[in-house]
């Protein structure tokens, strides 16, 4: 990707993960000239406040509860750095470099509007700090998703004032030392730069906004692993025909069915029309029911955070009139997080559903009772001797269970803070996480149900011949399944297999194999 210049309009999902798991400085990043010269312009605005004694709220007072302290202006930059230092109080395991570059990305291009105060010089050193590879280290729990992802901003933040911890070339260093390895000086923060920074919806953009990106690599990886199973099981692909599904025309349940079509076009391993066996079980029968449904929910998700990532979600905001330059600054509320929270709470529960029929799939192909013994039991020959892949569904079952609980949406929870001035929370940073570790889970459930049907895949061809043909998507994940793991005809130790098909999935090698036969034509 060529380098990407921000100015707070034009971000786009793509480009966040082109950064975020990128190189530093491959793509780099940097502002247009329009953006300079809108941050700069409110940056001078805040001065004027500030000559002029007028009261601003976090510009000449306190904060959150002490709204109506008066602060003195020989004490401006002292209050914004007690800003950063007091309200880095996050916890947990710091987030991963690649979620750390989203957010500083997402800040920076928040900051580009121009309605947020901050000086030129301090955004541009976040944007150094970006492209050097210089990255704090960002406790993932702290924040209450209202007044924005104040304790997360916090901890990176400190960073650019030479404090806190940042990771440089594999090192955990402290914040000025990292700083100084990269040649970059620390900044002292100016009049209202303390609360751009850290006011705003950042943590739960990035995570969401990375996470919306792979629920939709696992809905592709979903169908496939369906119609792998289908034909381990000898399913009819009649379900998808498009004269059902237009019927019914949700779009994306639609398109599901069309992919689905494809993916198993040629195949040697369905079953056609059989009067004493016309239909299958929900999870093969539903599929496009069923995973349409979760393409509809990333499909809201992607459209929250597309909009989101170019939202200037501080607080309060600065607005100077093109023609008189008269200066207004507004208390507003852009950085509470209900409309992500919800987003990613209806997220969660579609990807939990996505597990929920990728597991039960999984105890169809293992129980020879449930798929009529067209395989044999657990997929192991000599069964009794040995449990072949029992035990995968076991993991697979709670793992799915897990995601039952992580589903409960945090929109719904709420706590008042900062003396009950703060009454309302989205709790949107913690339904991210929720967010996160449930795709987390359906990965691996996924790279279970995989495995299986290539092992299920492979009795079938002791019946039909070796030659037997899969179908045109669902022949190159087979085979790609295959160079990593091979038929397994004894037990042996599994989870090194589980983690390999995961892999495949994690690094989108098995959407890219089937991609370049089969074009999923789905839309967002």
Known sequence: MTNISLNGESLTIDQVVAV?????????????????????????????????????????????????????????ETLQRNIIASHAVGVGDPFDIPTTRAIMLIRANTLARGHSGIRLQTLQTLLDMLNAGVHPVIPQKGSLGASGDLAPLAHMSLVLIGEGEAEYRGEILPGAEAMRRAGIAPVTLAAKEGLALTNGTTIMTAVGTLESYR???????????????????????????????????????????????????????????????????????????????????????????????????????????????????????????????????????????????????????????????????????????????????????????????LSHPASVDTIPTSANVEDHVSMGATAALQTRQVINNVERILAIELMAAAQGIDFRKEKLGKKAKLGKGTQPAYDLIRQHVPFIEHDEIMYPHMEAVRRLIHSRKIVHAVNGRVKDRWEL
């Open 215 to 405: 629920a939709r690599l696992m809905s592709r990886v979903a169908d496939i692993a369906g119609a792998l199973s289908l034909e381990a099981l000898h399913g009819t692909p009649l379900a998808f025909d498009a004269r059902i599904h237009n019927l019914r025309p949700f779009p994306r349940q639609v398109n599901c069915a069309n992919y689905m079509r494809e993916l198993l076009a040629g195949s040697e391993f369905t079953r056609h029309h059989d009067p004493h066996n016309v239909q299958d079980a929900y999870t093969l029968r539903c599929i496009p029911q069923v995973h349409g449904a979760v393409r509809d929910a990333i499909a809201y998700a992607w459209w929250v955070f597309e909009i989101e990532l170019n939202a200037v979600t501080d607080n309060p905001l600065i607005f100077i009139d093109d023609d008189t330059g008269e200066i207004d600054v507004i208390s507003g509320g852009n950085f509470h997080g209900e409309p992500l929270a919800i987003a990613l709470d209806y997220l969660t529960m579609a990807m939990t559903e996505l597990g929920n029929i990728s597991e039960r799939r999984v105890m169809r192909l293992t129980d020879e009772a449930s798929n009529a013994h067209v395989l044999p039991a657990f997929l192991i020959k000599h069964g009794g001797l040995n449990s072949g892949f029992m035990i995968t569904q076991y993991t697979a079952a709670a793992l799915a269970t897990e995601n039952k609980v």
């Open 20 to 76: 975020a798991y990128g190189n530093p400085g491959d793509p780099a990043v940097q502002l247009t000239p329009a953006a300079e010269k809108a941050v700069a312009r409110a940056a001078e605005a805040v001065q004027t406040l500030l000559a002029r004694g007028e009261i601003a709220y976090g510009i000449t007072t306190g904060f959150g509860a002490f709204k109506d302290r008066i602060i003195s202006p020989d004490d401006v």
